[in-house]
């Protein structure tokens, strides 16, 4: 079974500071695509970044970035500069590329952010 | 662009009843689907649609279950009859393509009492 595993439940982050969320997978697959989704409160899910299997090079969005590794199945979310506004459950994703485009999720991490 | 809208907002119903959700995709997306979300099983794909037509029903949990999609502007996912572990907040999303993330609608949460 094709699993996504975010082990920190919870993470708090003091305003200002910089914050990694940790997300692992398991696929046999080659090619596939990794998200992270944002769930604020409103509870609308909102997409963070993306990033695809085929490129070596690390996504970034502005304050987001991801520690891609491949071989070890890992995708991690680093937030910089955090904002009381980045408090919300995040949720690593993948879609792989021949299987439809179906996302199957992680758990969730939920971030707290300290003023 | 509205996004993806879904109604109602919020739902309560009393257990044995009916229950119709609705979801209005993304003009010109071709992939729709349909998500439960709890604090126990996370988010759970039920369904999939590609060019209206479903492709994966896998995760639909039982028969009181149907999704349709009758054309490409409009879907539906319906409980006949609810029971008060079908409670949960139920996501549409649509995506233009593969590989590209979906986009959500704002959910429905269903309460059934």
């Known amino acids: 079974a094709q699993t996504v595993t975010q082990s920190q439940p919870e993470m708090s982050v003091q305003e200002a500071e910089t914050v990694t969320l940790s997300c692992t997978y398991d696929?046999?697959?080659?090619?596939?695509?990794l998200f992270w989704y944002k769930q604020p409160p409103s509870r609308q899910m909102i997409l963070v970044i993306r990033?695809?299997?085929?490129?070596?090079q690390n996504a970034t969005e502005n304050r987001f970035s991801v520690n891609f590794q491949k071989a070890a199945k890992s995708f991690s979310l680093k937030i910089s500069d955090s904002q009381l506004g980045d408090a919300a459950m995040y949720f690593c994703a993948y879609a792989v590329l021949d299987a439809g485009n179906m996302l199957t999720f992680g758990g969730g991490t939920r971030l707290m952010v300290k003023p | 662009d509205a996004g993806v809208i879904q109604s109602p907002r919020h739902e309560v119903t009393e257990m044995g009843q009916e229950v119709t959700l609705r979801c209005k995709p993304i003009?010109?997306?071709?992939?729709l689907f349909w998500y439960r979300q709890t604090m126990m099983r996370g988010l759970e794909l039920l369904i999939y649609f590609n060019n209206n037509v479903p492709i994966d029903d896998s995760g639909m949990p039982e028969d009181r279950f149907s999704a349709k999609m009758p054309n490409a502007s409009f879907s539906t996912l319906k409980i006949q009859p609810s029971e008060p572990r079908d409670s949960a907040v139920y996501f549409c999303?649509?995506?233009?393509?593969?590989?590209?993330?979906?986009?959500f609608g704002s959910g429905t949460r269903l309460t059934v009492v």
């Open positions: 990033q695809e299997a085929y490129k070596q």
């Open positions: 696929t046999s697959e080659s090619d596939y695509y």
């Open positions: 003009s010109g997306h071709d992939y």
């Open positions: 999303a649509s995506s233009l393509e593969q590989g590209h993330g979906y986009t």
